[in-house]
């Protein structure tokens, strides 16, 4: 185990690349922050990385364990820690980052980013069904919603790892994709890497050695959130190819374009299973994670070291509420995801994923949240729905939502070119004011960003709030009501419930 201790320098800012920590960066000579990055047991991604307002870099390759106190940062690895020194700021801090990433040509299809995508989950849940998926894609445009991509999530399939549609549930898939394609979907499935133990295909890949194992040599049944299954080893190419005709043959047989893939998280791994080829569970998430990314349609919550990948990553299952793992955390956690290269990324569904807060019995519905979460991630690079406003909001509060969808898509063709030039930039995406803006003391600024080079994004992320403080850098912006504001300065502006405010430089 290799030690090290890095001392901050005064007025140093540091943001660490565990993601759902977004709420808590960046760090001063003021913090006391823990943090595992070897075992970590967060549900989204993860980069080994520190990004300093100073322009110094910091990088362990197997992940690292953290300790903050005092200014000084107390780190254990299993690998060198690297400290680059930039002397710069967080931009050079950024760019010197880029040879952590990979560096993969951008294969993701447009529509990703250009409409609003429609997950089936939290309306059907376990109801997953011909009729019922039918009668969900017609209601979206009966509502004055546009067709986008329509994910099928969750119990389509016969069981885990028979990934063929039920047919006590489906007549004819075929029939019923083929129909939401005539009204403008295209449509994604539900995926994991788990087989069902109590079925015939588990115990053919059993039998094949397709199955992480234990360390007594027994195949490995791991607990997950829906159940206990076998969980493939991607170190082994016969099972990698197995799972990867499987899913090819969806797409041909049902013209499926592409998949949503859950799980892959490091608490399905240990230390000591064996595998085809060893490897550590980190990188057994990592795969996973490179699995994923030969899908031009792809959709993925978990990831380690996969920064520069052609992945959409979706924040973890937030909850119906206004605290940091619910509407408070989406852009602290989005801003993080782009600066430390997850660039393609969607703040959850709106209203929140975690759908026990959507369970008839517990429902408390706030209808203010559901529409500020859609303003808020109608400029993130992707826009997802899962429960639909006009079922469970007033008319005027369900405009408001379709009218956040509707500027998602007039920002399409700038989200597609932002992501381009960002490429070309080498810079993130989403970006935190601080990165673009340094002379400005912006490092505290959580509740704004830049999307691009010329779009200030300000959002409303707390309720009843009808006034904000906009900090506008050096320029002129002009504002989504018309408003002309030379900056720099601060400025309060109004935000009724209404209003998503932003300004183009």
């Known amino acids: ?50 990004l300093s307002s100073k322009g110094r870099v910091i990088w362990s390759d197997s992940g690292f364990r953290l300790n903050t106190s005092g200014g000084k940062m107390s780190f254990e690895s299993h690998t060198e820690i690297e400290l680059t020194d930039t002397r710069g700021n967080l931009m050079t801090a950024y760019r010197e980052s880029k040879k952590y990433k990979s560096s993969v040509d951008f294969t993701l299809d447009e529509t990703l980013f ?5 997950n089936s989950w939290i309306e059907l849940m376990y109801n997953q069904s011909e009729d019922e998926l039918l009668k969900y894609a017609q209601s979206i445009l009966d509502e004055g919603y546009d067709p986008g991509i329509l994910m099928i999530d969750d119990n389509w399939q016969e069981d885990y790892g028979v990934w063929e549609f039920s047919g006590s549930r489906f007549r004819d898939p075929k029939g019923m994709i083929d129909k939401m394609k005539k009204m403008g979907f295209k449509v994604m499935l539900w995926v994991c890497p788990f087989v069902s133990p109590d079925s015939l295909t588990f115990r053919q890949l059993r039998d094949k050695d397709y199955f992480i194992k234990n360390a007594d040599g027994t195949t490995a049944i791991r607990e997950w959130w829906n159940g206990y299954s076998a969980v493939l080893d991607f170190t082994n190419p016969e099972a990698y190819k197995w799972f990867k005709e499987k899913l090819d043959g969806l797409m041909d047989d049902y013209g499926v374009v592409g998949f949503k893939f859950d799980a892959g998280d490091l608490w399905n791994y240990k230390e000591d299973d064996i595998t085809y080829k060893k490897i550590s569970p980190l990188d057994q998430v990592k795969l996973y994670s490179e699995f994923c990314s030969e899908y031009e349609y792809n959709e993925l919550r978990t990831g380690f070291k996969t920064a520069g990948l052609p992945l959409t990553q979706r924040l973890c299952d937030k909850h119906h509420n206004w605290e940091s793992d619910g509407v408070g955390g989406l852009l602290p956690d989005g801003i993080l995801q782009s600066m430390m290269g997850f660039d393609y990324n969607c703040p959850d569904m709106i209203g929140g994923g975690e759908y026990l807060n959507f369970i008839a019995s517990s429902l408390d519905l706030d209808e203010e949240l559901v529409v500020r979460y859609a303003q808020i991630a109608a400029l993130f690079p992707i826009m997802q729905f899962s429960v639909s406003p006009w079922r469970v909001l007033s008319k005027e509060n369900n405009d408001l939502c379709l009218q956040a969808a509707k500027i998602h898509q007039k920002f399409g063709d700038y989200i597609i070119e932002s992501v381009h030039q960002s490429i070309k930039d080498n810079l993130p995406l989403m970006r935190h004011m601080a990165l673009m803006y340094p002379e400005n003391n912006y490092e505290h600024l959580n509740e704004q960003f830049m999307l691009g080079d010329n779009l200030l994004v300000a959002p409303v992320v707390s309720s009843k709030q009808y006034k904000k403080t906009v900090y506008f850098p050096q320029g002129r912006w002009t504002g989504d009501d018309g408003s002309i504001v030379e900056g720099p300065c601060e400025k309060e502006i109004q935000v009724p419930i209404g209003r998503l405010a932003y300004y183009t430089k």
């Open 1 to 50: 185990m290799i030690n090290k201790e890095i001392q901050m320098l005064e007025n140093e800012k540091w943001w660490c690349g565990c993601i759902s920590h977004g709420s808590q960066m960046p760090l001063d000579n003021k913090s006391n922050y823990d943090v595992d990055l070897y075992n970590h047991a967060t549900h989204n991604q993860v980069m080994p990385l520190m």
């Open 114 to 118: 250009k409409v609003p995508q429609y």
